[in-house]
């Protein structure tokens, strides 16, 4: 018997998110560009999402820096490996693209860590957006960079134009 998929949403500062699982855990969370379906009544949605939902919400807030969520992303064992790595980088740092292929499987994965990045079914818990090219660059982002962006200056791992560094 196949499990039950459930789905919520929540506003946040940067468009709607859609938040899906299963009583097992959360398997995506995604920006809506488009008005959400109506969503179950709140008696009705898994304790795990609704979990994820408060978190996003105090993550937004300012007042949660790491997510302590069940995540059941689907997705093959080199991702999830990804996927693993990317949860390991403190919030209000960056990493590199080379950095995360260095501790996954070697320099010569670049391309495939940067493939399985652009794959994550889970943002914001799984910190995809804190992975930045090797100069410093702001790179692709399924959320468009725009998001990306503004998640690396909530988390303060960008400075702003006013901010002078003092040394």
């Known amino acids: 018997?196949?499990?039950?998929?459930?789905?919520?949403?929540?506003?946040?500062?940067?468009?709607?998110?859609?938040?899906?699982g299963t009583e097992q855990g959360i398997s995506e969370i995604r920006f809506e560009e488009e008005e959400a379906i109506p969503?179950?009544?709140?008696?009705?949605?898994?304790?795990?999402?609704?979990?994820?939902?408060?978190?996003?919400?105090e993550?937004?807030?300012?007042e949660r820096q790491d997510f302590d969520l069940v995540l059941a992303p689907a997705g093959?064992?080199?991702?999830?490996?990804?996927?693993q790595e990317l949860q390991g980088i403190p919030h209000g740092k960056t990493t590199s693209y080379l950095a995360v292929s260095r501790a996954v499987s070697g320099e010569k994965a670049i391309r495939a860590v940067g493939a399985a990045n652009g794959r994550n079914p889970i943002c914001i818990a799984v910190p995809?957006?804190?992975?930045?090219?090797?100069?410093?660059?702001?790179?692709?982002?399924?959320?468009g960079?725009?998001?990306?962006?503004?998640?690396?200056?909530?988390?303060?791992?960008?400075?702003?134009?006013?901010q002078i560094p003092l040394f």
């Not at 506003?11 to 998110?17: A, D, M, N, T, V």
């Not at 969503?39 to 919400?57: D, N």
């Not at 093959?76 to 996927?83: D, E, L, N």
């Open 1 to 20: 018997m196949q499990e039950i998929t459930y789905t919520t949403y929540i506003k946040s500062p940067l468009g709607l998110l859609r938040i899906s």
């Open 39 to 57: 969503a179950l009544p709140e008696s009705s949605i898994p304790t795990c999402l609704q979990a994820c939902a408060q978190q996003l919400e």
């Open 59 to 62: 993550y937004f807030a300012g």
């Open 76 to 83: 093959t064992a080199f991702q999830k490996q990804v996927w």
């Open 128 to 143: 995809c957006h804190r992975v930045i090219g090797s100069d410093g660059s702001l790179t692709g982002y399924a959320g």
């Open 145 to 162: 960079l725009w998001r990306k962006e503004w998640l690396l200056r909530h988390e303060g791992a960008l400075r702003t134009a006013t």
